[in-house]
């Protein structure tokens, strides 16, 4: 097997997907008998890479594997594809999320004590629904509330491989407005050449999500206020906003 070909087999895979394929992935598009090594098919991979410099697509690695991508500095001209209004979501659920992907596993009660309002419902049912948090354990208290932490399609979505790839809290500082409009699945996803198949684009934490299709009343997505939590004080009245690096250093550690 040439390597032209070789290659050329992982770029089809990878545009027809849409979805991160894994090195196994790629290998299981090949009979056993002329199945390619693991080396080969990175070494594909890295000539594909080298291919796209410069270009408007890119290989990006993430939690689930290698997909193409369009290359977030031309996001804005082609989100111009998809002329739908984005859904507005709540700083409270940014801010929810943001605690999670920081400092999980954390209990709603320690999200509370650090927002200082009650966790809406229907915001961790949202991310629970957009299966970009899930339950850990259960933390070793009176109670045993649910521990959440932030799943592998959190990181595809966002582009990252790991959580030690999530800005550090220094960039989330620096952001003008943590309050932006987040995209709904299926209209802000960024389309891959060929195959009419779409793939979303890297995203930073703050800056893009998607909201889970669930058709219900509230998924946290309007800009309302949370209700107050039974002890904690209440935001500071002036612009009822947390700064979020902030919110990540007062939140209880792992334990």
Do not use: H
Request: charged residues 25%; proline residues 7%.
């Amino acid at each position: 097997m040439s390597e032209q070909y070789l290659k050329n087999v992982v770029e089809a895979a990878l545009l027809a997907a849409g979805k991160p394929l894994s090195i196994e992935d790629f290998a299981s598009l090949f009979a056993e008998t002329c199945r390619p090594a693991r080396a080969d098919i990175e070494a594909a991979l890295a000539a594909l890479e080298s291919d796209y410099a410069g270009r408007g697509i890119e290989l990006k690695e993430t939690a689930a594997g290698f997909r193409v991508q369009v290359r977030r500095e031309l996001a804005e001209e082609i989100s111009r594809l998809w002329p739908e209004r984005p859904a507005r979501y709540s700083r409270a659920l940014l801010e929810t999320l943001a605690l999670i992907a920081y400092r999980q596993p954390i209990t709603r009660g320690e999200i509370e004590a650090v927002r200082g309002v009650a966790v809406n419902p229907n915001i961790v049912k949202t991310l629970l629904e957009r299966n970009w948090i899930r339950v850990v354990g259960q933390r070793d208290v009176p109670g045993r509330p649910e521990l959440l932490g932030t799943t592998r399609e959190f990181l595809d979505y966002f582009g990252l491989k790991s959580l030690e790839e999530l800005p550090p809290l220094a960039e989330l500082k620096a952001m003008a407005d943590f309050n932006v409009q987040l995209e709904l699945a299926g209209t802000g996803r960024l389309a891959a050449a060929g195959g009419g198949e779409t793939l979303s684009g890297e995203q930073d934490l703050a800056d893009t999500a998607s909201s889970a299709d669930s058709g219900s009343a509230d998924s946290g997505a309007a800009d309302e206020p949370d209700g107050p939590a039974p002890s904690a004080p209440e935001r500071d009245a002036s612009d009822g906003q947390a700064d979020p690096e902030e919110l990540v250093a007062a939140s209880p550690g792992p334990r």
